[in-house]
Structure formats: structure tokens, C-alpha cells
């Protein structure tokens, strides 16, 4: 069985500038939830998937936004990036409302 | 909105000892899940044990237990004959019913084991 896998492991942006990060769910998951966790503090959930449609948003921006393919893998996209925005991101898959697996995240540094 | 609180920023325990983690939070809700996280310096967030409110009976992982009060709203982890590979930051985690399966997680709890 495969776990979750993201990429890429680590990028670095400038201000401004646009990302996507990707993420593979777990065999036989349909659901991809997103978190971003800033540096000493506990992640914060920024959107979730299921079965290709979003079904529920935390705080964020709409400078956020997602997508989730047929094979249930998934996409962050960060527009108009922020010294802010410099966060580990987390994926984490599960089988509808079964419990989250994660990925090993994304660091993203914006300079 | 549901909240979660852990206390203790840190923690230390001698390798073999037993260390307890703090956990409360705040609900208005009868059903929901509740979750200890590990993450390691890999970064990586491994699924420690996973409770069901509605179960009274405690949940148990080998070394790893929990007590759960409902009540108080309290949902402590107890690490038993603790060893060098438990050391990382250990999160909370509250999960409503309702909604999307989002996961609310506490600022997290840094162990550190003594050899």
C-alpha cells in the first residue's frame, strides 16, 4: 500500500510570485485535505476534497484554491505570494470520514 | 468553533518512564473524534491513536494510552516505558461530525526523552 506523497519537498519563491504544490492520496482514499503549518505551530486547515469537489474551506484567502483529479491526487495553488505564506504545507488523504493520513509536507520559503 | 489547548509547550521524561500530555478543548458538540499526532523532525505527522467519543472505554496503541473525560472535556496521552524514537512535537487533534472532516489541532507539545 502506498502512503501519501508530496512534491516537491522544499521551494523557494519570491514575493508575488505563484506556486502548486502536489500531493498523492493513499490507495483506495478519496478525500485530500490541505494544512498549512507555520514554523512552531500546529497546522491549520485550509481546504478539503472529496471526490473532485471542495467540501469545506478554513480561513483563507480565495488567493487559495485547489484541485483534486479522478485519481483523487491534488493540487494547492498560492497566488500573489506572502512573506507570510513561508509554511510547511500538509496533505493528508482519507477514506471519506476515516482518519487523515499525511504527507511528509512541502516546506515553502517566501523571500 | 471548537478549540483545542495544550499546556505544555514542553516536556522531558527519562528513556523507561512514563509521561502524561495535556489535551483540552472546547466543543458544543456530543459526537466528534479525537486524535494524538506525532511528528517527528522528518515532518511527517504519524497517527498515535484515535479516540471516538461516543466510546467510554479508552483507547490503547501498545504503549501508547489515553484518558479521555468527556465531561471536563479533557483528553490526555500517556506514553508508557517511553523510548528515544518518541521524541518529537505531539499534536491534539478535535474532529467534528458535521461539516468538512477537518482536523483542529492544538499548538502542540515538544518530548524530549533522557537517555
Known amino acids: 500500500e502506498t502512503g501519501v506523497t508530496q512534491s516537491p519537498t522544499h521551494l523557494i519563491k519570491t514575493r508575488g510570485q505563484q506556486v502548486t504544490l502536489r500531493c498523492s492520496s493513499q490507495?483506495?482514499?478519496?478525500?485530500v485535505s490541505w494544512y498549512q503549518q507555520a514554523l512552531g505551530q500546529g497546522p491549520q486547515f485550509i481546504f478539503q476534497y472529496y471526490r473532485e469537489e471542495e467540501n469545506g474551506r478554513g480561513n483563507f484567502p480565495p488567493r487559495f484554491s485547489g484541485l483534486q483529479f479522478p485519481n483523487y491526487s491534488s493540487e494547492l495553488n498560492v497566488n500573489a505570494l506572502e512573506l507570510d505564506d513561508s509554511a510547511l504545507y500538509l496533505c493528508?488523504?482519507?477514506?471519506?470520514?476515516?482518519?487523515?493520513?499525511f504527507g511528509p509536507g512541502t516546506r515553502l520559503l517566501v523571500l | 468553533a471548537q478549540t483545542v489547548t495544550q499546556s505544555q509547550p514542553e516536556m522531558s521524561v527519562q528513556e523507561a518512564e512514563t509521561v502524561t500530555l495535556s489535551c483540552t478543548y472546547d466543543?458544543?458538540?456530543?459526537?466528534?473524534?479525537l486524535f494524538w499526532y506525532k511528528q517527528p523532525p522528518s515532518r511527517q505527522m504519524i497517527l498515535v491513536i484515535r479516540?471516538?467519543?461516543?466510546?467510554?472505554q479508552n483507547a490503547t496503541e501498545n504503549r501508547f494510552s489515553v484518558n479521555f473525560q468527556k465531561a471536563a472535556k479533557s483528553f490526555s496521552l500517556k506514553i508508557s516505558d517511553s523510548q528515544l524514537g518518541d521524541a518529537a512535537m505531539y499534536f491534539c487533534?478535535?474532529?467534528?461530525?458535521?461539516?468538512?472532516?477537518?482536523?483542529?489541532f492544538g499548538q502542540g507539545t515538544r518530548l524530549t526523552i533522557n537517555p
Open positions: 487533534a478535535y474532529r467534528s461530525l458535521r461539516g468538512a472532516q477537518k482536523l483542529v
Open positions: 493528508a488523504s482519507s477514506w471519506g470520514l476515516e482518519t487523515q493520513y
Open positions: 466543543t458544543s458538540e456530543s459526537d466528534y473524534y
Open positions: 479516540q471516538e467519543a461516543y466510546k467510554q
Open positions: 490507495s483506495g482514499h478519496n478525500t
